[in-house]
């Protein structure tokens, strides 16, 4: 055997023991993408059920929101009388108020008028009642 012969069958020694060295990191680097492969597969399916599910949920919500938007519809009319009678209610006690005031300034008009007079007892009752009578007329007039 020539050096170039001694060479090449030394670099082919070579060579098999390092496939013979390689041979166990491959067959473990097989397992665990066997294993990915498995866990790939796993995850596929628990997306496909999750996504199942999450259109299952989203078309139930749909349905939840389109039932809560027709009742709030059939309230509307329901808040508007709320509101007209609120408003109405207002007014009716904006004018007791108003009415109220006049009646209390007419009296103690009357009031100042008894003390304007130094009146006292029944004849200062008299006056007033008196008094009230003739702001009566006036304003009925």
Request: glycine share 6%; aromatic share 8%.
């Amino acid at each position: 055997m020539d050096w170039l012969g001694i060479a090449v069958f030394i670099l082919s020694l070579a060579c098999a023991g390092f496939v013979i060295i390689l041979i166990p990191v491959m067959k473990k680097l097989a397992a665990t993408l066997e294993n990915t492969a498995a866990t790939v597969e796993t995850v596929n399916k628990s997306i496909g059920e999750m996504a199942g599910e999450a259109t299952v949920l989203l078309y139930n919500t749909n349905e939840t929101l389109a039932d809560v938007n027709d009742k709030i519809g059939k309230l509307n009319p329901l808040f508007d009388i709320i509101h007209d009678t609120g408003e109405s209610a207002h007014h009716l006690t904006s004018t007791l108020v108003n009415f109220t005031s006049n009646k209390a300034e007419r009296g103690e008009a009357a009031a100042q008028f008894t003390d304007k007079n130094n009146l006292e007892g029944l004849l200062r009752g008299a006056a007033f009642i008196y008094y009230l009578r003739q702001m009566k007329k006036e304003r009925d007039k």
